[in-house]
């Protein structure tokens, strides 16, 4: 069987693998796991703490969703010390429906760095938008911003691919790895990661395409297929996602 192009780590790590977590929740199934030096180079993902949650009804279960997504990002700022200056960013281009997460998400982010009260997070956020639009590198915009005024963590907001048709629009990876835009649809741009930007990463991203040739190994053209609901899930799913954050950031 034709094996897909996937931002999935979950997709690439294999059936007899035994997670860190895995357990349903609320009818989602939730996996959490560490991929060291070793799992990295057979599976071909960068090293870090992956969480995947499949099955996810964003129709009915939104609330549960939130949680999970709020639980994560309270997990990861709590295995780090000093956690004050948080900047999401949201990648992709708003005009292409499947790749406009990113800044659908940062629209309905609650930033209030510029505020005079005193927040336990002070939350900014950016739409770098895209190099045909900015004639740059995303990774180039956000290092300038990371070495003006140095978060202590950047939340990573990105549409993906994935192998399983099933997974699209209904799974969510977060990722303390940091995030490779577009190489699931091999469209490799600079990583945004610790590595690259100095701090530390958290990356959030939702499958919306999948590889026509999972269908059909006759075509033999560059195509990906998104759900026919698309308009309909990114505006849910981002205001799923930012509602997550936000929840996670807003405490006092």
Do not use: W
Request: hydrophobic share 40%.
């Amino acid at each position: 069987m034709f094996k897909g192009r996937t931002d999935m780590a979950v997709e690439d790590i294999g059936a007899d693998f035994s997670f860190d977590v895995d357990r349903k929740i609320s009818g989602m199934i939730f996996k959490k796991c560490k991929v060291d030096k070793k799992l990295s180079q057979k599976i071909g993902k960068d090293e870090g703490i992956y969480y995947t949650i499949d099955n996810i009804d964003y129709y009915n279960k939104d609330k549960d969703i939130i949680k999970l997504i709020c639980g994560v990002i309270q997990d990861v700022i709590q295995n780090h010390t000093n956690i004050q200056d948080i900047l999401v960013v949201g990648l992709g281009n708003p005009t292409i429906t499947p790749d406009s997460l990113g800044p659908l998400v940062v629209n309905k982010i609650e930033v209030n760095r510029h505020l005079e009260k005193k927040f336990r997070f002070q939350v900014s956020a950016i739409t770098p938008g895209v190099m045909g639009q900015t004639g740059m590198e995303s990774s180039e915009i956000i290092k300038a911003i990371c070495d003006d005024f140095r978060p202590h963590l950047v939340i990573v907001i990105d549409a993906l691919a994935c192998n399983d048709p099933n997974r699209m629009c209904h799974s969510i990876q977060l990722s303390t790895a940091g995030i490779n835009p577009g190489a699931g649809i091999g469209n490799n741009r600079k990583k945004l990661a610790k590595s690259t930007l100095g701090t530390n990463v958290l990356a959030i991203g939702i499958p919306t395409v999948c590889d026509i040739n999972i269908f059909s190994e006759e075509v033999k053209n560059d195509y990906f297929v998104t759900p026919n609901n698309i308009d309909e899930a990114m505006d849910i799913l981002s205001l799923i996602i930012a509602k997550g954050i936000n929840k996670a950031l807003m405490a006092e």
